[in-house]
Nanobody, 122 residues
Framework: QLVESGGGLVQSGGSLRLSCTAS????????IGWFRQAPGKEREGVLC????????RYDHSVYGRFTISRDNAKNTAYLQMNSLKPEDTAVYYC?????????????????WGQGTQVTVSS
């Protein structure tokens, strides 16, 4: 399973770091994606990191603000979010896709976390 942590309430311009820790399997062999679902909207991909640490950005609004990384020794992936905006408010999910490459498709993901709420106040 995957467990996210690090969400919360932050003021506009602030930062948060989300963590995604796997148990029961090794993240080494999985591409890790972060998705988010804003109120009233569908879930969408944000960033993904593959097993070679290549990054795919699905949401261009996070360019220069969000960074994805992974630490296979800790079986954990991270989403560093800086310069947060109210429009970043959403439930954030991490997902693991077995294989070398990133996929932004929800149906390709093998594991999902339970989600963590991020709220950015103006």
């Amino acid at each position: 399973q995957l467990v996210e942590s690090g969400g919360g309430l932050v003021q506009s311009g602030g930062s948060l770091r989300l963590s995604c820790t796997a148990s029961g399997f090794k993240l080494d062999y999985y591409a890790i994606g972060w998705f988010r679902q804003a109120p009233g909207k569908e879930r969408e991909g944000v960033l993904c990191i593959d097993i070679a640490d290549e990054i795919t950005r699905y949401d261009h609004s996070v360019y220069g603000r969000f960074t994805i990384s992974r630490d296979n020794a800790k079986n954990t992936a991270y989403l560093q979010m800086n310069s947060l905006k109210p429009e970043d408010t959403a439930v954030y999910y991490c997902a693991a896709d077995y294989g070398p490459s990133c996929s932004g498709y929800e149906w390709d993901q093998d594991y999902w976390g339970q989600g963590t709420q991020v709220t950015v106040s103006s």
